[in-house]
């Protein structure tokens, strides 16, 4: 239930908010009113809390005005519920007055306590709580100042081991917001909101509107549940692959070629990116699975000298916009080859780059000094677009931390290589390395020369130029079809192609995990290098079907018996932890994965989302430090978002296979930012 908590002043304001409630917290330490205003207003039929925060009011005033509201109660049979909120730590004597008087009054007793500094411990919480019933307490509340989410996981604990009706945990604060909503999904007896943002006692509160939005059915429009899944499907592309090669081929002189292209809205973005720079992209299907890209340009160097010649001025400062849509990637892409079109035109001074949905929300890089590095400036609102980039990229040596992720490195390797002097890239810390070296393999096909004999140092050439490439495949894409063979695992089994064994996408890791867990896992591997029949690679062609198959045909089979539990590191494969909680649901025990540091700044943050949405579905989930603790078992049906991020979309609509009740989601287009054909795949 919503509860309205009232902290206007004055009687009038008092009854307008009541007036709008079924359920309301009177904060009797805020409203100023006297004992007629106080003992009227607790004759109402309405349901009331009567609360008076010491800290806010000393014991003396507070004792009062409590009294005031249990003696208007009394004078009245025909009213609502009643409840009296007392301080956990007040003195013992006036908590034990108040109790005895509001028993007789007919309250129930909520002990409420506060710390807003930080979390205790999960066990210091459990006394807490056992400590509250014992002094007369039927509901305990718990508020704390959770600024992580492993905090936060401390609170909703709670739940697992309490009677829900009798426990409302929650954290106050932005960080910690989404443990209200999530508190009263998994059976706190009410939710704290304020009528409007202007009347909010504390701070996190959702308004009424928002909260009646975010419990109402009508906010989840989509049904999940899927009867299975279709036992054979040709994997997307992969768009981290095709990303780096659209820009790669935009940046080569002549004519390329890129098959087993299939179109979601992080490429289109880089599609439409180059046109606005002047390549010319044409998209037409071929034999090769989906469609073949035919990029033709005039080469960084044309594009930067026709982007002199054009008329675009704003106070006399010449500029170029790139939009990169609502890829992060992109975005770290073109950041320092930014550099190069002010650097060759001699006639732009900034190039803005900007972006669309969640992306403007995101945190691209805390710091800019690796751009500094390289002759560039980038001016950004704390780190979030626009970025407007200014000066001219250089070749040189420097130290690079990798604690972020990989893409401002790809993006730095993708452009200093176009440089005049030559550059060395020391790294620490490095993450996500394989798609580091996915960038190195891209850029090798279009005749880009990075070597790393050591892991942690890039020697980069300057002066080189990249080459159009005839034919290229696109690699079909582990990340979306990792979702898709935990599908199949723990449901009938699935059979994928067009997948490249021993790639360097992290995310082929799955079938370790999947072979790890019991799945039977089947590999058909096919020519990898090319021999053309005019358009079409015969070489390809599978003798059983005649169908053409890029990379491999892989076979997953579940266990007859139940899949184990596992433990994965998932520091370097951040994308692969949604479809690695959907596995763990449904396997035995206790399965540990590590990476949590690594989800905080995507589409969402995706340790919040994760936990919250399969929490509301019942699912036991903690988090230890760098690690999430997932416990296998059934789950029940319910509202949840996808937070309009495409991972966890399609994390619940896998999980709902096994799910007997409805699940309904609020919303998945998000799904097309990756794999528009993702739900087809499910019958």
């Not at 239930?1 to 009038?12: P, R, V």
């Not at 936060?152 to 081991?161: D, F, N």
């Not at 001699?346 to 669309?356: A, C, F, M, S």
């Not at 690699?475 to 490249?500: F, H, K, R, Y």
């Amino acid at each position: 239930m919503i509860c309205i908590s009232i902290g206007t002043k004055g009687a009038a304001a008092v009854n307008e908010a009541l007036s709008k409630a079924h359920l309301a917290e009177i904060r009797l330490d805020l409203t100023q009113l006297n004992r007629e205003e106080t003992a009227a207003l607790f004759r109402s039929k309405k349901d009331l809390i009567a609360t008076c925060r010491v800290y806010e009011m000393p014991y003396p005033e507070s004792r009062k005005m409590l009294l005031w509201a249990i003696l208007g109660s009394r004078t009245r049979k025909s009213k609502g519920k009643r409840y009296i909120d007392l301080d956990y730590d007040s003195p013992e004597d006036y908590r034990n007055e108040l109790i005895t008087a509001a028993r007789k009054g007919g309250f129930k007793i909520i002990l409420s306590y506060h710390n807003f500094n930080n979390t205790e411990s999960y066990e210091r919480l459990c006394e807490i709580y056992e400590n509250s019933r014992e002094r007369g307490a039927d509901i305990v509340k718990l508020v704390t100042n959770a600024k992580t989410i492993q905090e936060c996981s401390r609170l909703i604990r709670l739940y697992k081991q309490y009677p829900k009706d009798s426990l409302v945990a929650f954290s106050i604060g932005d960080e910690g917001k989404f443990t209200r909503l999530l508190s009263h999904s998994i059976g706190a007896p009410f939710i704290y909101c304020a009528l409007d943002e202007e009347s909010r006692t504390a701070p996190g509160q959702f308004t009424v509107a928002e909260a009646e939005r975010l419990t109402s059915k009508k906010f989840y429009p989509h049904n999940v549940n899927r009867k299975g899944v279709i036992k054979k499907i040709t994997a997307p592309a992969s768009k981290s692959h095709a990303q780096r090669a659209i820009l790669s081929a935009a940046w080569a002189k002549g004519k390329s070629s890129l098959y087993a292209y299939t179109p979601c809205a992080d490429t289109e973005a880089a599609i439409e990116l180059v046109r606005s720079l002047g390549v010319k992209v044409k998209s037409e299907k071929c034999k090769l699975p989906k469609f073949r890209l035919e990029i033709t340009s005039p080469g960084i160097e044309e594009i930067s000298k026709r982007l002199a010649k054009e008329e675009i001025f704003s106070k006399n400062i010449k500029k170029v916009e790139l939009n990169v849509g609502e890829s992060g990637l992109l975005c770290r892409l073109m950041l320092p080859t930014a550099g190069h079109l002010p650097g060759k035109s001699k006639g732009v001074d900034e190039v803005t780059i900007t972006g669309e949905g969640s992306l403007k929300k995101r945190e691209l890089f805390s710091t800019d000094e690796p751009l500094k590095n390289i002759g560039l400036n980038v001016a950004t609102t704390e780190g979030k677009l626009p970025a407007v980039v200014s000066g001219s990229i250089k070749g040189s040596s420097f130290n690079m931390s990798g604690k972020g992720g990989s893409q401002l490195l790809s993006g730095m390797l993708m452009a200093l290589p176009m440089c005049e002097k030559s550059s060395v890239i020391t790294l620490s810390e490095p993450t996500s390395t394989p798609y580091i070296e996915l960038t190195v393999k891209t850029i090798k096909e279009f005749g880009v020369i990075v070597t790393n004999e050591d892991p942690r140092e890039f020697k980069i050439p300057g002066r080189q130029k990249y080459k159009s490439k005839a034919f290229l495949p696109i690699e079909g894409d582990w990340s979306g079809a990792s979702m898709l063979m935990v599908a199949g695992a723990i449901s009938s089994g699935i059979t994928i192609t067009n997948l490249p064994i021993n790639s360097k996408q992290a995310d082929e890791k799955i079938l370790d995990v999947l072979r790890g867990c019991g799945a039977e896992v089947k590999i058909t591997e096919y020519p990898k290098y090319l021999v053309m029949c005019g358009d079409v690679p015969c070489a390809l062609k599978d003798d059983n079907t005649k169908e053409i198959i890029l990379g491999s045909k892989i076979e997953i089979f579940p266990p007859k018996g139940n899949l184990m539990s596992f433990e994965f590191d998932a520091t370097n494969s951040p994308d692969l932890f949604p479809t690695l909680v959907v596995l763990a649901l449904n396997c035995s025990g206790i399965s540990r994965i590590k990476g949590v540091g690594r989800l905080s700044n995507k589409e969402s943050n995706r340790a919040e989302s994760l936990f919250c949405e399969f929490t509301r579905l019942g699912a036991h989930i903690d988090i230890d430090g760098d690690s999430m603790i997932v416990e296998g078992g059934e789950l029940h049906g319910g509202l949840c978002s996808s937070y309009k991020d495409h991972r966890i979309a399609m994390s619940l609509i896998t999980a709902s296979l096994n799910i007997k009740d409805k699940v309904y989601v609020d919303d998945l287009n998000c799904i097309s930012k990756s794999f528009p054909d993702f739900i087809k795949n499910f019958k």
